[in-house]
């Protein structure tokens, strides 16, 4: 799942739906589905991409209600973070 702040409201946003390829570390696309709405994630596991790079992996813990940013839970040596929707992306991998 791809997930972006931008343009209409929390609940037009975890209603659109569609489907993108990004590329892979291997050079291939994958594809993914996208839904924007940010608290439709918690409990999920994700990954964060910034600047066309993976961030991290990881559960999310929760998420804010106008879609602004969500928190990833901690997990081993990776502290609890706060993942920014105008810094980062965040995908679901869908099946391919």
Excluded at 25 to 38: L, Q
Aim: with cysteine.
């Amino acid at each position: 799942m791809v997930l972006s702040s931008a343009g209409g409201t929390p609940e037009q946003k975890s209603k659109e739906i569609q489907k993108v390829k990004i590329p892979n570390m291997f050079g291939r696309e994958t594809d993914m589905t996208a839904i924007v709405g940010w608290p439709a994630l918690v409990g999920k596991v994700v990954e964060v991409w910034s600047m066309g790079s993976l961030h991290r992996t990881g559960l999310v813990e929760d998420a804010m209600p106008d879609g602004s940013g969500l928190w990833i839970a901690a997990d081993g040596s990776m502290p609890r973070q706060y993942i920014d929707a105008s810094e980062f992306e965040v995908f679901e991998p869908g099946c391919p």
